[in-house]
């Protein structure tokens, strides 16, 4: 078995991660033997590397291994590149044509982005793997082969899974051994020895010197989050080899060569947006509409039993101006001028005075107003809301974002109801 270092000599593969050690570890493990590999991590960390050292070191080293992108073939011929067809099988088919799986016999097949599978192209690579065999398009005889299947991917497979893109039975076939390669972010000391690498060979293969960097350059190449992984840290290595006239590069010229570099290493902090409907947003308001005048009946009901308890008025006053002015606003031109007193705004009868008298009288009944009070009517549910927000939007002297915030809703969903009712 060789050793991780000769395979990095072999292979061109730089770095001392710990991660991508046990990834080539892994790799040499599995290569004797047939069991399918499924390669994850992002675009442009270098995964195609992996199924080449699986089959140079399998017994299947002197067969066929072909490369095959799965992103790349369009859906109507994928199967037709993989399986083969017959002739006439389909418009164009003018003879008979042997797909990957029958011209890689023997050898190893590597489906790079495997997830952009056809759900109908999953059910026959299901097949090849469940036991070797398989149907050219057009073709009812039942073909075998022998191949070593490695494949690889950049996306979330248990999310293709839940979102029924890719079959999940195929992915657990797949992955009977799984290999991450981690992103170059996480293989910070990794970064600089890869520019200098990718920078003394575009030296050479441009017959230049070859570019250094300053200290503050290559810490900013280090805090920077690289997106696009390898394949974007050698894109950068080159621009730079060839536009600069300069050799030794400072932070300031190679800034200009980091898209979006303000995006360095540090946590960043993703806002989730709560999906709401419109009916949910007018749910919350009738909810707070309905709060708050539960609270204004109970506060009257309070007051009201002062008044029945007390007869003088401007003592209740006194005593309850907190809760009349909760009631009827905080500001004094809020209740209306002609409403002298407390008695007079809630239309009471003026307290009966029991005289003494020798006739006896029959008692009056001292709360016959309480079933002569008219019915307000019931106002609709949009008046009710223009209401509310008009008395938020006069509490707060036009301050949006606090009537918003006292109202419970977002200051954009105010802002939308005050432009459709024309507030």
């Not at 195929?170 to 991450?180: A, G, K, M, Q």
């Not at 810490?219 to 080159?238: D, F, H």
């Not at 005048?293 to 309850?320: A, I, P, R, Y």
């Not at 006896?360 to 002569?372: G, K």
Request: with cysteine.
């Amino acid at each position: 078995m060789e050793s991780i270092q000769s395979i990095k000599q072999r292979f061109e593969l730089i770095g001392n991660d710990v991660k991508l050690n046990r990834a080539l570890e892994k790799a040499i493990q599995v290569a004797p033997t047939d069991i399918s590999v499924l390669v994850t991590g992002e675009s442009g960390v270098g995964k195609e590397a992996i199924p080449k050292i699986i089959h140079s070191l399998s017994h299947r080293k002197h067969a066929k291994y072909i490369a095959v992108n799965c992103g790349a073939i369009p859906e109507g011929t994928i199967d037709s590149e993989l399986f083969g067809h017959e002739k006439g099988a389909f418009t164009g088919a003018t003879q008979t044509r042997s797909g990957y799986f029958e011209v890689a016999n023997g050898g190893t097949i590597f489906l790079d982005e495997v997830g952009e599978l056809p759900l109908t192209t999953q059910v026959r690579l299901l097949r090849v793997l469940e036991n070797g065999e398989f149907l050219k398009v057009g073709s009812s005889q039942v073909q075998k082969t022998d191949v070593r299947i490695v494949a690889a991917t950049n996306i979330n497979m248990f999310e293709a899974i839940k979102k029924e893109k890719f079959r999940e039975d195929l992915y657990y076939r797949l992955s009977t051994v799984e290999i991450h390669i981690p992103p170059l972010r996480e293989r910070r000391e990794d970064i600089h020895l890869l520019f200098r690498k990718f920078a003394s060979d575009f030296g050479q293969k441009y017959k230049m010197p070859t570019i250094r960097l300053e200290e503050q350059a290559i810490q900013l190449l280090l805090k920077y989050r690289w997106p696009g992984n390898i394949r974007q840290l050698r894109n950068i290595a080159e621009q730079v080899s060839v536009l600069e006239e300069n050799r030794t590069i400072s932070a300031g010229t190679l800034h200009t060569y980091l898209p979006n570099s303000s995006n360095t290493n540090l946590p960043a902090v993703i806002e989730k947006q709560k999906k709401e409907s419109d009916f949910s947003n007018e749910r919350e308001i009738l909810y707070k509409v309905l709060f708050d005048m539960k609270g204004d009946l109970n506060d009257l009901k309070k007051l009201t039993l002062e008044l029945l308890k007390n007869s003088d008025t401007e003592k209740v006053q006194e005593e309850n101006e907190t809760l009349i002015q909760k009631i009827y606003g905080n500001k004094e031109e809020d209740i209306p001028q002609e409403e002298t007193n407390v008695t007079e705004v809630l239309h009471l009868p003026e307290p009966v005075v029991e005289t003494t008298s020798t006739v006896s009288q029959p008692q009056e009944d001292r709360y016959h107003f309480a079933e002569e009070i008219e019915e307000e009517e019931t106002l609709s549910l949009q008046e009710k809301e223009i209401e509310l927000i008009k008395k938020s939007l006069e509490r707060n002297r036009g301050k949006r974002k606090a009537a918003a915030s006292e109202l419970g809703i977002s200051e954009r969903t105010l802002y939308r109801k005050i432009k459709q009712y024309d507030l």
